[in-house]
């Protein structure tokens, strides 16, 4: 088994807003959230090693913001302000999504971040 499918093993799930609905006022408002189950996923750090980028706010509380890359087959539709459901975390995907066709780690990767505290 290479590497690769050793990390992307995970099932994760991406969460979005459905389609518009109008409510009793006549108003647009998200329809119920769309849940997609991506098998062979993973979220990892973009250096594909064991280290990462986070940062701490101390300014009366303590914030901790963490960014790392999902990574997903080809052909997995994930959006930016989708959320990557990881268990009880949860991750927001950041910018656009990379294609990554022509190699033997062939995959999409998209920005994620958590903030916690």
């Not at 799930?13 to 991506?38: A, M, N, W």
């Not at 990557?84 to 294609?99: K, N, Q, S, T, Y």
Request: zero cysteines; aromatic letters at 4%.
């Amino acid at each position: 088994m290479s590497l690769i499918a050793q990390v992307m093993s995970e099932t994760l799930t991406i969460k979005r807003p459905g389609e518009p609905v109008r409510d009793s006022t006549g108003s647009e408002t998200p329809g119920p959230p769309v849940l997609i189950t991506v098998e062979n996923s993973a979220i990892m750090s973009p250096y594909g090693v064991t280290v990462g980028s986070s940062t701490e706010t101390h300014d009366a509380s303590t914030v901790i913001e963490t960014r790392r890359v999902f990574a997903a087959p080809l052909g997995t539709d994930v959006r930016p302000a989708d959320e990557i459901l990881r268990g009880d975390e949860v991750w927001l995907a950041e910018g656009e999504p990379l294609v990554l066709p022509y190699t033997s780690l062939a995959r999409v990767e998209i920005f994620v971040r958590r903030v916690s505290g």
